[in-house]
């Protein structure tokens, strides 16, 4: 099943999560949007972060899981960014996604049916 979520990231300037090697690199909704997407869809995101784990073989490996139809647009308003994402990934697991890339800076707005 197919969820949607709408988040806002408040002050794209700062959406970064705590690791360099893992967080946003984009300053612009397009950007934030390609970054998030590619993360959903494929392991690299998850692998890299694995990399980084004293002990790699404890990562959770339900939270390898991909969508590769999972979608993420993105549009400006005003100062911050607007993301809407569509997949069918837990919600542990792209929580866990955001996290890396845009750390605390992120505003879940709402969430529906895919």
Excluded at 20 to 32: D, I, K, R
Excluded at 35 to 44: D, G, I, K, V
Aim: overall charge negative; cysteine-free; charged content about 20%.
């Amino acid at each position: 099943m197919k969820t949607r979520y709408y988040l806002r990231l408040p002050n794209p300037a700062i959406t970064r999560g705590d690791d360099p090697t893992l967080a946003f690199h984009s300053v612009g909704a397009e950007g934030f949007a390609t970054e998030l997407q590619e993360a959903l869809r494929t392991s690299a995101l998850f692998l890299r972060w694995q990399a980084t784990l004293e002990d790699p073989d404890d990562a959770n490996a339900s939270l390898a899981a991909t969508d590769p139809d999972a979608t993420v647009t993105g549009s400006q308003a005003d100062l911050h960014v607007d993301l809407v994402i569509t997949t069918s990934l837990p919600g542990a697991v792209f929580k866990q996604r955001l996290r890396l890339l845009a750390g605390n800076h992120w505003q879940l707005r709402d969430v529906t049916a895919g």
